[in-house]
């Protein structure tokens, strides 16, 4: 019962494919987010879902292209993936409203060869 | 500019120390603060946030908005504590608490 779950875990691809991480989260949550975290383990808010509609895009290259079918899905697809996508993704979940604190995901560790 | 500054990369300490971490912030509003903790392959998760201003595996930090700090604090370092330790800033758009600035992080290691 893992309130934010992400796959694959491990992902490692060539130069120029297509790829997608999903996340699901069964909190309840409304909101969900995508955050990127580089080799020097900095991490950066990527995107933000509220209720299926994209809130905050922080100046992420167009191949990056979210989808929300859902309050408890955020997927992330990469068109056309770059040597410097290589990173570990996590995503996370919050309510909206309320005082609850933000829950990441595991990571997915992308390798782009 | 909003930002979140962790002047130290790698702390490293003995077992039973003082452990201090180090957490700067930049904001033009009323700041939300929080320290998250990364265990070696394992998620992010929250360690404490200062409106709760409770201690955390004896972990406490307390928000100073003159100095503009939110210092990690623990009076003696356990070896379980060695982790990557992140000072967040909430951006608090419409109260949700997801929406986080990261500083970049300090590594703390406890040496037995």
């Known amino acids: 019962d893992t309130a934010v779950s992400q796959t694959p875990k491990y992902l490692v691809t060539q130069m120029g494919n297509d790829k997608s991480i999903k996340c699901e989260q069964n909190?309840?949550?409304?909101?969900m987010y995508w955050y990127k975290q580089d080799s020097k383990k900095f991490l950066k808010i990527m995107f933000s879902?509220?209720?299926?509609?994209?809130?905050i895009n922080e100046t992420v290259p167009n191949r990056f292209s979210p989808k929300s079918p859902d309050k408890a899905h955020l997927n992330l697809h990469i068109n056309s993936l770059e040597l410097g996508d290589s990173a570990v993704y996590f995503c996370?979940?919050?309510?909206?409203?309320?005082?609850?604190?933000?829950?990441f995901g595991q990571g997915t560790r992308l390798t782009v060869v | 500019a909003q930002r979140v500054t962790q002047p130290e990369k790698l702390l490293s300490v003995f077992k039973g120390a003082p452990v201090e971490l180090k957490c700067n912030y930049s904001?033009?509003?009323?700041?939300?603060l929080f320290w998250y903790v990364q265990y070696s392959r394992q998620r992010l998760q929250l360690l404490l946030r200062?409106?709760s201003r409770e201690s955390i595996k004896g972990f406490t930090a307390d928000l100073n908005k003159g100095e503009t700090s939110f210092h990690l604090k623990k009076p003696f370092a356990q070896e379980e504590d060695s982790a990557m330790y992140y000072c967040?800033?909430?951006?608090?758009?419409?109260?949700?608490?997801?929406?986080?600035?990261f500083g970049k992080g300090t590594k703390l290691s406890v040496k037995p």
């Open positions: 200062h409106i």
């Open positions: 909190l309840g949550h409304d909101t």
């Open positions: 879902y509220n209720n299926k509609e994209l809130i």
């Open positions: 996370a979940s919050s309510q909206w409203d309320g005082d609850t604190e933000a829950f």
């Open positions: 904001y033009s509003g009323s700041p939300e």
């Open positions: 967040a800033l909430s951006r608090n758009y419409g109260g949700s608490q997801g929406n986080l600035i």
